[in-house]
């Protein structure tokens, strides 16, 4: 079975400050992984996703996460965040021979002040 | 493209009583979840149909909650009967199915309040 940890439950940031919100995950078998946002009263949204190839990722809002297979971590970072960025950002894993079952962290909270 | 539509938004009932969640996936996706998300938490799979079969009920309380999918399409989630512990907010997603890259699509969610 696997597992998602993410160590920081709050981070505060100042508005243009960058940010790394951290993931670590635990599998015996590959994995794809995830990145979502969750707005206040909103359900989750896609941030970036890694299946395979650069383990650099790319995804919506100038956000971007590294896959690090031996440190088994695919954290998220933006180098200028936003007001509008404050929100609860979840790492998920997915088991790539699974039925597709996804599988949470206990989500971050993004605070970014003026 | 239409997103993944759910109701009620919310729903406060007292403890004891029943209550039931509807949920319409994109059209034409194949599978279909449910989720619990309990305030602070990350979201934790109750089910997860198939089309209208069950392929994951593992982390269902079966003995309060029971869900179907019918025709493969719409899907109900049913507490009954409630308590206090199940007041979270009940998120329903789909992905087109087996194959895919496992991205799935979420809802706006139901917040369930048990008093």
């Known amino acids: 079975a696997q597992s998602v940890t993410q160590l920081d439950s709050q981070v505060p940031v100042f508005e243009e400050a960058p940010v790394e919100l951290r993931c670590n995950y635990s599998?015996?078998?590959?994995?794809?992984l995830f990145w979502y946002v969750q707005y206040p009263n909103q359900g989750l949204q896609l941030l970036l996703k890694?299946?395979?190839?650069?383990?650099l990722v790319k995804g919506i809002n100038g956000f971007e996460a590294e896959f690090n297979k031996s440190q088994t971590s695919f954290h998220l970072r933006k180098p200028s965040v936003h007001i509008s960025d404050t929100a609860e950002y979840f790492c998920?894993?997915?088991?790539?021979?699974?039925?597709?079952?996804?599988?949470f962290g206990k989500g971050t909270m993004l605070l970014v002040s003026p | 493209e239409a997103g993944v539509a759910q109701s009620p938004r919310y729903k406060i009932i007292e403890k004891r009583q029943s209550v039931a969640f509807w949920c319409n996936p994109i059209?034409?996706?194949?599978?279909l979840y449910w989720y619990q998300q309990i305030l602070g938490q990350g979201p934790k799979l109750l089910i997860q149909?198939?089309?209208?079969?069950?392929?994951?009920d593992s982390q269902l309380p079966k003995d309060r909650f029971s869900a179907e999918r019918l025709k493969g399409v719409d899907s109900t989630l049913k507490i009954q009967p409630a308590k206090l512990e199940d007041s979270a907010v009940y998120l329903c997603a789909s992905s087109p199915g087996q194959g895919w890259d496992h991205e799935q699509f979420f809802g706006p969610g139901t917040r369930l309040t048990v008093l």
């Open positions: 599998s015996s078998v590959s994995v794809y």
């Open positions: 149909f198939q089309n209208n079969g069950v392929v994951d």
């Open positions: 998920a894993v997915s088991e790539i021979s699974g039925y597709s079952t996804l599988t």
């Open positions: 059209s034409g996706h194949a599978t």
């Open positions: 890694y299946l395979s190839g650069s383990t």
